[in-house]
């Protein structure tokens, strides 16, 4: 519960390489991590190789830790191993749809979830790069994915070379709801985010973006309305091209 509860994303790496072993029983470990049907929908593609990863950087717009750490994972939702062992078998699979997806993607994202608890408990860092489903055609060709395989969620592995602060949460109550969902009123959200609002590196990163609000910069800045639609259409596209969507 302490590795978790003093968890922080770690993005400067020490030139230290992370054994393979290791790294081999961290993931044998991971597969005992909770799969819908006993199926294990995911795939981990394993990046060392410096070329890749410089390949791979720009899919994550170029963020350093990227070429930076020793080891790269990008974890896919895989139906592609499923279908193909139904068909070597006389079954008729059916897994060329959405809802497929979404059963992969889960698989995948909790094997991720289960990996990174275990890394960081051998003091490994990580950092977890939400930009995979930014732009993933770019991941699917320099990985060479076939179809009915998606990137998901890329780590980065290693050593840290760093110790930052931990970010905010917000409180638990502010997640949690008892029985049934309790809409948020301008009470709440007032006593929920006004700690956050009120974070000294908040409040100068809301004057240096000559904004008025926080929200303003998420809204504005760092997750608009114009790059969502974008990607969200791209991801749409590597859908369909993958066999998730007609």
Request: glycine share 4%.
């Amino acid at each position: 519960m302490e590795t978790v509860k003093n968890r922080r994303s770690i993005r400067k790496y020490a030139g230290k390489p992370v054994d393979e072993e290791l790294l081999r029983r961290l993931l044998e470990v991971s597969e005992r991590t909770q799969t819908m049907g006993n199926m294990q929908l995911y795939s981990v593609v394993v990046t060392r190789s410096e070329e890749v990863k410089k390949r791979l950087a720009p899919a994550h717009f170029n963020q350093p830790m990227v070429t930076q750490a020793p080891v790269i994972l990008t974890i896919c939702a895989d139906f592609n191993r499923t279908v193909k062992w139904a068909e070597q078998r006389k079954a008729q699979p059916g897994y060329d749809n959405f809802l497929s997806f979404l059963n992969a993607a889960t698989d995948a994202l909790l094997f991720t979830q289960t990996f990174c608890n275990l890394a960081e408990a051998e003091g490994l860092g990580i950092c977890y790069l939400g930009t995979t489903l930014y732009m993933p055609s770019q991941i699917i060709d320099i990985l060479q994915l076939p179809r009915l395989v998606m990137p998901v969620a890329t780590l980065t592995v290693g050593w840290p070379d760093e110790h930052p602060e931990q970010t905010d949460r917000l409180p638990l109550e502010a997640v949690v709801h008892e029985e049934t969902y309790h809409d948020y009123i301008p009470e709440t959200i007032d006593r929920y985010y006004g700690p956050k609002e009120q974070l000294p590196e908040n409040r100068h990163f809301v004057e240096i973006n000559h904004k008025e609000t926080l929200a303003q910069i998420f809204t504005d800045i760092r997750y608009t309305r114009k790059d969502n639609e974008a990607m969200s259409r791209g991801m749409l596209e590597a859908l369909k091209r993958q066999g998730f969507l007609d």
